[in-house]
């Protein structure tokens, strides 16, 4: 056992909170003086990862930020922003009749294996609550960055074998984040909600694929070998729940590319350096190349399905359950902010590395 | 700017080397005292990452391990392991035409905006060449690993579109390490065999498939957060030269699979608890469940290709050019034992996290 | 600027809050699971923190700890956990008259240079208020390794020149903690508390020197060279507002002594190593040596005095000034059981590092 | 047992060696690319460090600075700069008579108990030859730091009881690396070293007393809390052999003073604000305030001593020992450079990380 929940080397962000505890929050430290926040910003992404559509968890608690230092007049002192947000909506008694039930999918047993835990209600440190935490401090980072010109978009490109066809072009806000399963483009939104209401009424779930873009990133970010920009987003966004795969540009579909066709040839371009293409996603060399950053991010489908199932209680006896609380057909259209937010912390701190030493100081 | 060649909580690796330079080498520290090298182990994962095939780059150097610490008559001593692999081959002028050129795919241009460096030949610092010193510490961290009855296999499963059927069951060393793409599969590992033949010919490259499996793990390694097992093995992965994409389980390919039929349900076995199915891939919420873990990382094609190509120079006039070196068809057989490397010291380091506390103490 | 507000490798205590901002606090992580808080030991500790003796400042705010994660039923999780302090009786109208001076002593110019931030009322982020959230996270550490047979106790030897003849052993609890001057010897208690009533008189401030005892540590803990016991608890300690020196044994003043009167002579005694004498201070080549660890602080006088005095302020200019606020004559008593808690902090996280390889396994 | 050998947040210094291993030496990790070894310099430093006095060690080994990589041309790449000293010198036979023996304040006991380790010859890991690489590390910072405008000089202000009457003024360079004792004071210098000649003929040992100037240093370096700039230098100064207390300004000898006398009072000077006194040592709050910061550190005497002593063996049986080899009467003049080393190494991370965020951007 030991400490996990810190994250970042300029810009750290240490997060806690259980799902049925007092509260969820995090402390995010390194931020620099002088900022104000950015209340819209805020309030608008927690409303992305809040359930809204139909084919969400029902579990409605108001995200109400509560700041607990750091802040003077919404602007930044430099010290460290601490922040909460109440679990006001949480109903144990739903899970009473799992009690002592390893259910399939969830960390109920490995949380038993680890830390000796009977299985807690709502999943604990395990469930997804969490990542409102992390969308708090994403706004503040992602504030940040807009003032430096670097921007970010995160949207469902599929969910099960419903795909978007995509070429990678820049997504507007609105059409990503007015669409209820955050797919900008019309005709596949319209064929992912058709299918997510099958699920829905089978009360089944799946999966679904976030397809993230950065745009106005300098050159340059990204410290080799284990700081590369590519590998320290891997962790940030494999940290987030559900998330089973994260790959960069082509990624794992580049397999079918040949190294003539996948290298992304530089050009000037009104003496500026661009590039023919962007098969490598933004990143070369685990350094950013000034060119569009594109990433993917593979997420399963929810555990708590409302089918028959059967498990072992910590006794090791087998139990028969139905799983009958609030929860989600697919959670990655509202996890899909949960990765903008991790994206932009993530290039805070790389590029407050990247200025920490200026050739022309 | 910032430090990046350091990685790990109780076990700290940190790298160094350029390609052209004098050594690459690194430091293993918090390696506990009194174990043994495994040498006959060394040199075996040393000689997986050496390139012998026909597709595979002429550059024959022997990767002889100077081990300037933490030794005492090859049995570790508590103190950091520090070690260096000399540069005996390096042949600068082979990049002498090349000078001054942002080679296509390669770090050329974001190490000049980084770092302000030319061109280096080889790579630098970026090059592959650095990860034998990943193979050194992994190897003896796969020692000590094995001593808890831990192992590690990593194979290749696709090359190109070249793939191989897979179970997701273990494969033995043998099979692995005498395949020349390290492809444990007869019927695909010739397909594999032939399709590289005709990239060689074309004097072009392609991707391939890294599948890695663990055995032995026990349940419970991983902390959450941002310590998840997964995220920690993420970044270590995507640390390595090529690397564009991880999953876990399913991962990308999960995306066609309901939670109903996702959810690995636990089962007793005489006494263990086991698991029906590992759609998960060894790993939930993080921690591992004791079931083999399954990961894959997608590398990229060779970026030197030897058709012709274009780019710019630093000054940035459009050049033609015609890469001649010494280069890889395919890298991904190679990169193999490297990700079998950095998963065995992220492992070493998950164990000892784990043992730090013991409830039976 | 950068994040510096998480301390620990194993365990990792975050800390936020200013002084006149809503709330103080930290987040400890990765305290083990299972253990039940002993609500006694931190009432007590708190309690020692809080201003009462008449030489001590008249802020009485109650510290109502409020913990918003990582308990259930007082029991700790394995998850962070998260607690805060309001400030409930801030008066930053007492720091009106002072706006825009950068009172001398304080962090105003200093804030000011690193952050662009005014003089803010109460010192901010520079307050002794924070150390309220260290005694909290301390409390759970000593509650723990009491129960590994662990025990702390930090004392004043010296109020300015006013010293208690010390010969190093244990003190007892009782005798410390019922001591307004925190000095468990009577005829030094009554000396201190006398000048300690000339310095209130004058309205002035004095310093004072805080030895710390740790009885019951195995030999064995501390992580050369960077991680030394006494390197990391030297960190913790000098990051207490006011302390401006720490030593072990001897000390500064073991500059008299010869290394045949210094070297702690092992001899063997019913079974068990012990040593002859303690100049080394329980510390030796930076690893505990099961003798009992010795070490003192040294604070400063309180900055805040009501003499008059002078200093400039934001503009520059010349400003006369006389502090009527509520301010310490000496905080080295109330600051004690704060050097108790870091070093709790410290050995907590140096014991779960050495227990995590244990060769026993 | 964890990795402790790594130092450092924008710049790491990982160290490695024993003392009768093959070699010493490091990584210095986040160096920026573009800087000229000041060759001259490191080999000034070195020989600071290198025993030459009576009073010191015979062991005479060059200490011929081998880079394995991060530089071209001796300029620096940006990637990390590793080095090592091979130990030429090491005659492990001295040690013959005493293996198996604890000797009196050496590790041998704590690295018995810790590692399992029989006494090693030279002390391993334990002995002060591993400084010889921190001074390497240090001379690049130090390099980098003069091109700032910092300077750090470090100087032997008390061995034994004989003191230097100091000013806290700035000392030369050359008067003190020219005086066998590193004390630019001559009246002292020669009193030290009579005592010494006394100290040396009794076969016996002393501590002695580094002050450490720093000029030059903007205001604002140091990250609150637990990044405070006394805090990390007095973690990496504790980290140093043979070190046993660290203090700031006044430190433990500002127990004498009132809060009125104590606080450094800032005035207007020529447009630049300055300070009337300097009792706090150049750190106000844990961040620099644009005075000299001024820090004294405490060593103690040498272990080895030639007198007879007693001790146990690794069986816990008694033995009456001599030891014959090698030894400083005081090391602390050869430390005083190292103690600049450290400094030079934490001030450059420090200037890194406040220049990391500029408002000016």
Redesign the interface.
């Known amino acids: 056992?030991?400490?996990?929940?810190?994250?970042?080397?300029?810009?750290?962000l240490?997060?806690?909170?259980?799902s049925h505890?007092?509260?969820?929050?995090g402390?995010l430290?390194?931020f620099?003086?002088?900022y104000t926040v950015n209340e819209s910003l805020l309030k608008t992404m927690l409303q992305q990862r809040f359930p809204s559509a139909s084919f969400e968890t029902a579990r409605r608690e108001e995200d109400a930020v509560?700041?607990?230092?750091?802040?003077?007049n919404k602007t930044t002192?430099?010290?460290?922003?601490?922040f909460?947000i109440r679990n006001t909506n949480a109903r144990p008694g739903d899970y009473e009749s799992l009690k002592n039930i390893?259910r399939?999918?969830?960390?109920d047993?490995?949380?038993h294996?680890?830390?000796?835990?009977e299985p807690?209600s709502g999943g604990?440190?395990?469930s997804g609550r969490?990542t409102a935490a992390r969308v708090v401090a994403g706004a503040l980072a992602l504030g940040f960055l807009r003032e430096k010109g670097i921007d970010i978009i995160s949207y469902i490109s599929?969910?099960?074998?419903e795909k978007m066809i995509d070429a990678g072009d820049w997504k507007e806000e609105s059409a990503v984040f007015n669409s209820p399963v955050r797919c900008p483009d019309h005709e596949a939104e319209s064929r992912m909600q058709q299918y997510l209401k099958q699920?829905s009424n089978?009360k089944?779930?799946?999966?679904?694929?976030v397809t993230t873009l950065v745009r106005g990133l300098?050159?340059?970010l990204?410290?080799?070998?284990?700081?590369?920009l590519?590998?320290?987003?891997?962790?940030?966004?494999?940290?987030i729940?559900g998330?089973?795969?994260?790959?960069?540009?082509?990624?794992?579909a580049?397999?079918?590319?040949?190294?003539?066709e996948?290298?992304?040839?530089?050009?000037?371009n009104n003496?500026k350096?661009q590039f023919e293409s962007n098969?490598?996603?933004g990143v070369?060399?685990?350094?950013?190349?000034?060119n569009i950053l594109l990433m993917?991010t593979?997420f399963?489908?929810?555990?708590?399905?409302g089918?028959a199932?059967?498990?072992?209680d910590t006794e090791?006896?087998?139990v028969d359950l139905k799983i009958s609380g609030r929860h989600d057909a697919c959670f990655a259209p509202r996890a899909s902010i949960v990765v903008t937010a991790m994206t932009a912390i993530v290039l805070m701190d790389a590029w407050?590395?990247?200025?920490?030493?200026?050739?022309e100081?």
């Open positions: 056992m030991a400490a996990g929940n810190t994250f970042g080397t300029l810009v750290k240490t997060l806690f909170g259980e505890g007092d509260s969820v929050g402390v430290d390194g620099p003086a002088g509560e700041f607990l230092s750091g802040l003077k002192l430099g010290s460290p922003i601490a909460r390893f399939p999918g969830h960390a047993f490995v949380y294996e680890k830390y000796g835990l807690q604990g440190r395990a969490e599929a969910i099960g074998s699920i089978a089944d779930s799946i999966g679904g694929c300098p050159a340059g990204g410290e080799p070998v284990f700081g590369k590519n590998a320290v987003l891997a962790q940030a966004i494999m940290s729940p998330a089973k795969g994260v790959d960069f540009g082509e990624g794992f580049g397999l079918h590319l040949k190294g003539s996948y290298n992304d040839v530089p050009v000037m003496g350096v098969h490598s996603g070369q060399a685990g350094i950013s190349n000034g993917k593979a399963r489908p929810a555990s708590s399905v089918t199932q059967h498990s072992i090791g006896h087998r407050l590395q990247f200025k920490s030493y200026d050739r100081f």
